[in-house]
């Protein structure tokens, strides 16, 4: 499975190549073959990254820092790949002076986060104003 030198995808600096990276006898270790401790599966719960981490490295410390850095990484992608909601009502806004105007829109999030709508910071707005919420499942 090793590659030829000339195959590498790598830059090596200067007299370096894939050979001084190659450990051919490395011998991978799998959760299989580790002896976790009840103290570890404790910590750990079913968290295979921290199970792993801290069997493999005797340090539960380590395990739990694993496993919190994967839930902060699933957070994060959790916030990235979630769309913009979709707003819909009508485009016009008919107001007369001295009278309230009433505005509906239908704010929808695909991603069945919830919206918070707010002022925009510096919005000239008149002195109250409400926002009022209805849900619909």
């Known amino acids: ?63 739990l820092n694993s496993m919190m850095t994967g839930l902060m990484l699933e957070q994060e992608r959790n916030l990235v790949g979630n769309a913009p909601p979709n707003i819909t009502g009508d485009p016009r806004i008919v107001a007369f002076l001295g009278k309230p105007v009433l505005y509906t829109m239908v704010v929808n999030d695909a991603d069945e986060f ?16 409400t926002f009022a919420r209805t849900s619909h499942s």
């Open 1 to 63: 499975w090793q590659i030829k030198p000339e195959e590498s995808l790598f830059i090596y600096e200067p007299g370096l190549g894939p050979d001084n990276y190659s450990h051919p006898g490395h011998i991978p270790v799998f959760t299989s073959d580790l002896k976790i401790s009840a103290e570890v599966r404790s910590a750990c719960g079913d968290n295979t990254a921290c199970l792993f981490d801290a069997a493999a490295t005797n340090d539960t410390a380590i395990g």
């Open 114 to 129: 919830n919206v918070t709508l707010s002022p925009m910071t510096g919005a000239q707005l008149p002195v109250t104003y």
